[in-house]
């Protein structure tokens, strides 16, 4: 089986202990967590871990099982990238000079789709959201440039396919 992008989606409740146990998990079959957020989900008092990893479908599936075994975790998918819609997002830090000395970072926002979200005497900061090849692709533009600092989010997702959380949960 070929190593490839899985989201694993966990719905849980909201307990102290659980996200180290779920990296645990990972740790164990030293398979790296590539992207990782938590959210509050559709559903009142129930936590949503969004995790990005490479792996093959067999581990991924493992992985999965192990996961819904936790006490707090009420039930976990995972989706590949064709099955799912997601975006990164990621904040640049530049030196205030270049907006205007530099013609071209102009350019590399408005070609990358990105904002410019605060302007200070010192620096500004673009936003840039996206996919995860589109904001390295940005980053690697204005790397010549300089950048003061540099922050990507984990990944936020959603699938393509209906799946009514609320529905399957009141099964259980």
């Known amino acids: 089986m070929e190593n490839k992008w899985f989201t694993i989606s966990v719905y849980s409740e909201n307990n102290v202990g659980l996200l180290n146990r ?10 790296n967590i590539e992207s990782l957020n938590v959210s509050k989900s559709e559903i009142d008092d129930v936590s949503k871990f969004t995790i990005v990893a490479h792996t093959t479908e067999k581990w991924v599936h493992n992985i999965v099982g192990q996961i819904e075994k936790q006490i707090e975790v009420i039930k976990a998918f995972y989706h590949t990238d064709d099955e799912t819609i997601y975006q990164e997002s990621a904040l640049f830090k530049i030196a205030s000079g270049l907006l205007f000395d530099e013609r071209q970072i102009q350019n590399i926002i408005k070609d990358n789709n990105a904002q410019i979200v605060t302007v200070s005497r010192d620096f500004f900061v673009i936003a840039k959201s996206g996919r995860r090849n589109e904001i390295d692709d940005m980053h690697d533009e204005l790397k010549p440039y300089g950048i003061m600092q540099f922050v990507r989010s984990g990944r936020i ?9 609320s529905a399957m949960l009141k099964e259980f």
Do not use: A, N
């Open 22 to 31: 779920i990296s645990g998990i990972f740790l164990k079959r030293h398979i």
């Open 157 to 165: 997702s959603v699938t393509k396919d209906v799946m009514d959380i």
